[in-house]
Each structure stands twice: as C-alpha cells, then as structure tokens.
C-alpha cells in the first residue's frame, strides 16, 4: 500500500484532495531538503576549504556552485519516492517525474556552467595563462552545454529520445550556422591566434581598418577588446585577426629598445668640401676631434702617395661638412645613455628630392614608454637642429609668405 491508498482509506480523502496533498506533501519535502542542503554545505564547505593552500578548491567550491549542488540534492531524493506518493496509473505523476528530469538537467547546466565560470576565474589569476584566450574557450564550453542541456530537456518534454529530435536539426542546419556565424568564426579564430601566439592579453595592437591603436583588454569568443591610447575601447570581431592584417608591438616590447627612425632635411646647395679652417672648428668639438685627426692623417698620405694637387678641393680625397655632419650624429648617438648601442645605430642618406637631401637616424631608443620615448627623441633633435649651423649647413624649409614679402621688398 502507498501513501495515496492509505489516505484514501484511513482518512477517505477524495482521489482530487489527495493529490493536492501529495503535491503539498513533496514541495514542502524538497524545500526542507533544500534548506537542509543548502545550510549544511555552505556552513562546512568553505571551512574545509579554507584550511588548504590552494586557492583552486575556493574557487571552484564558492558560493555560486555549493548552491547549485543544494538545488540538485533535493531533486535526486525525491525522485525515487515518486512512485510511492502516487499510483502508477496517476494522471500527475508522468508530469511530475518529467518536470523533476527537466529540473535535474536543468541544475546540472547550471553546475557545469558556473564550473566553466570559475575555472575561468582561476586561470585568469595565473600568470601563464593571462594572455591565453580562456575566455573564448570558457564561452564555448558554456554554449555547448546550454545547447546540450536544451535538446535533453526539450526531448524529455515530448517523450522523445534525444537522437530523434537531433536528427530534425539537420533541416535547420543552415539557419543555426547562421545565427552563430560569429561564434564559429570566433572560436576558430581563437585557436589559431593561441596555436600561432599572434595575440595575447596585454599586447598593444594596431588594427588601422577598425581605428584601433593600444592595448589588447579581453579575447573572447567573439570579440577582442581594445584600450586605446585615448581611453576608448574599440571592439574587434575576433575573426578579424585572421582574415585582415594588423601590427602587433609585442617584440618591440619584449626587445631591447623602440625603434628611432626619422629624418631631417637639408638644403643641397650648403653641402660642400671642408677647407682647413672648417676641418681645425671641427677638430675642436669632443665628438670629431679623434675621428678629424685621423682621417686628416689618412688623406693628407694618399693624396702625397698618389701626388694630388690639393691646391683645389675636387682633387684627391677631401671631407665633406655633411659627410662630417654624419659621423657627429652617429657618435652623438652611440654616446647617448637613452640609445641602445648594442642594436643597430645608423645615419644615412635618403634620396635626395626637391625637399632637399634627408639624413636619416635609425637607432633604438632604450625606453620603450611612450611618453620617455618622445621625449628621448625631442632632446635628441633639438640638439641636431641646433647644431646644424656650425657645419655650414642649414635645414630645408618651404617658402613661407614672409619669405616672399620679404623677396618682393628687397631693392631692385
């Protein structure tokens, strides 16, 4: 005899109060084995957790999962006592063991995900795991079960096995593909950029396409987040950076220095031979004197091995003010404590064009901070600009309006 029987012939309950009883009867049930639950594992659980080391036990038994588990007990005792609370030929008690599956499934989503979302926040603490896209991944683990868990409970609701109700997925294939375009595109995205280590969390990133210029925020499933210099975030469909290009500043970053490249024009027409008073002024500056002693020496002896009349400045061998010009740059360069002389330091020649001749620095600045960096690179130039007069040299400037006013007064 079960439960219904013995009310129905002790008590003589109706069949219809009998069933409001026994319905009565099983709420009241799972709410105090619920709270039973509920109280006994969040009192004794983060104790035990809390006298270990580790921080992964806190983390994957906090609060958020020790409440999904005590909403999952008490479906899974209730769930054999149903047949006995009710007959087997009960119009109730197919609804009820149905909507108890929906609600084991249900919770058991619930604990999977909140499991994801804690791993997440373990591996997001870990060093060697911040620039690695968990975020994608904890994201498509997450919708795999929430997909799983909607085909189990929608194939309980119509008493259909799972299979049957897969097998009518294939008709809306294309319309699933479609909805979740940018997560497929994404997740796939996610995974080259991790095999291939093109993007991590902290790199600073250049997508010109998107407007984009700073430091990467977040790499998630379908996005990556980025900080730009100016404070906005610009977000970036993940799969963008696998189908377009963009530049990447990690090896500068993790180098020994930030690249100098930049150029000062100068008028052609100042470019000359060195006559011997402009070689003794350059003798007398610290950064020429040994480089102007010896290449003296070395041309004063081929131009008298080889019998070079040196009465005229074209003959032989001779310096040029912006030849000289160039290696004071250069040794200015290698002196600085702001250059990094181990990597490459060059001055050169650009094209000469109708803005004038370019001489070009190429060094590397020791501080890779933006701000530090500037300011190396603006000390650096105003002393080249500055001293530019003193080889006979002047810099290349386009006429400006007082140039002309200046040329339309000038006396005939």
């Known amino acids: 005899m079960n439960i219904r029987d013995w009310l129905e012939t002790n008590l003589a309950t109706p069949p219809q109060l009998t069933t409001v009883l026994l319905v009565s009867f099983a709420l009241i049930l799972v709410a105090i084995v619920w ?11 983060p104790k035990l957790t809390a006298q270990t080391e580790t921080l992964w036990d806190d983390i994957i038994f906090n609060q958020r999962i020790l409440k999904s588990l005590a909403s ?48 997440y926040e373990i591996l997001s603490t870990k060093d060697r795991y911040k ?58 995205a996610s995974i080259q950029l991790s095999a291939n280590n093109m993007v991590r969390v902290g790199d600073w ?24 210099f100016d404070l906005t975030i610009t977000t970036i469909p993940t799969y963008i ?17 930030r690249r100098i490249k ?9 470019i000359q031979f060195c006559d011997e008073s402009m070689l003794n002024e350059y003798e007398n500056m610290a950064l020429l004197s040994n480089y102007i002693k010896e290449r003296r020496s070395e041309i004063k002896e081929y131009n008298a091995k080889n019998q070079v009349n040196t009465s005229t400045l074209v003959n032989g061998r001779n310096m040029t003010n ?36 370019p001489l070009e ?30 080889f006979d040299l002047q810099l290349f400037e386009n006429p400006s309006g007082s140039d002309f006013r200046q040329l339309a007064e000038r006396p005939n």
Not at 262 to 270: D, G, H, P, V
Not at 326 to 352: D, K, S
Request: glycine share 6%; hydrophobic share 50%; charged share 15%.
């Open 35 to 45: 709270w039973l639950t509920k109280k006994t594992l969040t009192a004794f659980v």
């Open 72 to 119: 999952l007990v008490p479906a899974l005792v209730l769930y054999p006592f149903l047949p006995l609370l009710f007959e087997k030929d009960s119009v109730v008690l197919p609804y009820i063991m149905a909507g108890t599956d929906i609600v084991v499934v249900a919770v058991i989503v619930w604990i999977l995900v909140s499991f994801f979302n804690s791993v």
């Open 131 to 188: 620039d690695k896209p968990i975020g994608s991944l904890t994201q498509l683990a997450k919708i795999l079960t929430y997909s799983i868990g909607a085909v189990v409970i929608i194939s309980i609701a119509i008493s259909k096995s799972p299979i049957y109700l897969l097998s009518g997925l294939g008709a809306i294939a294309a319309v699933v593909l479609l909805v979740f375009k940018d997560s497929i595109l994404g997740f796939v």
């Open 205 to 228: 990133v250049t997508v010109p396409k998107y407007g984009a210029d700073g430091d990467v925020q977040e790499i998630n499933l379908t996005t990556i987040k980025v900080q730009n």
């Open 241 to 257: 950076f696998i189908s377009d290009s963009f530049t990447n500043w990690r090896g500068m970053q993790q180098s020994g220095g």
């Open 262 to 270: 930049r150029a000062i024009n100068l008028k052609k027409e100042t």
């Open 322 to 357: 912006i030849g000289v010009f160039r290696v004071y740059i250069e040794n200015y360069l290698r002196a600085n404590p702001n250059i990094n002389i181990e990597m490459m330091v060059m001055v050169r020649q650009l094209p000469a064009s109708s803005t004038g001749l």
């Open 361 to 390: 620095i190429y060094a590397f600045c020791k501080h890779k901070e933006w701000k530090v960096y500037e300011n190396v690179i603006t000390d650096i130039f105003d002393h080249l600009l500055a001293v530019v007069p003193y």
